[in-house]
């Protein structure tokens, strides 16, 4: 700016016109031109403000958008935690049940075939217990045999 755009009483704002015309200053007069030449620094002062407010506000809408960003997913996160959180308090009742479903089952062929093994083995223990009254019986019989043919030898002799 020209210091000649400073003494135009037309540049200054209605304020400062004021002061100049009931002050009765002229352009001419130094006190005039260093209220214009202040008025322009001020001016020029606001712009720069503004910019740096329009930049600033920018800057801080980004940074909080981000942070509503991150607080929605926070959130997010708080609501996934409580649901897991809850599935670890049913977890046991479903893994008992999981687990009764799928043992079930075997454990019932398991049981089936311990039955039909103890009336195999049932049988073969009365048979067992059969031959063994046999055998105790034979080893007798066979023993007063031996005593009996024992004895005859030596009442021969």
Known sequence: MKPEDLIDPASLPEELQWV???YRLHP??????????HWQRVKASEDILQAAIVEM????DARI?????????????????NQMQQEMVNRPAIFGKELETQLRQPVTNAVERLRAMEKVL??????FRVARRRHLLATL???VALGAIG???????
Request: charged share 15%; aromatic share 6%; glycine share 6%.
């Open 151 to 157: 004895a005859i030898v030596l009442f021969r002799a």
């Open 57 to 60: 506000k920018t800057a801080l």
């Open 65 to 81: 958008e981000v942070l509503a960003d991150s607080a929605d997913a926070i959130a997010g996160v708080n609501a996934v935690l």
């Open 122 to 127: 049932g049988l073969a223990a009365r048979t």
């Open 28 to 37: 001419d007069d130094p006190v005039y031109l260093l209220i214009a030449w």
């Open 20 to 22: 100049s015309s009931h």
């Open 141 to 143: 019989l066979t023993g």
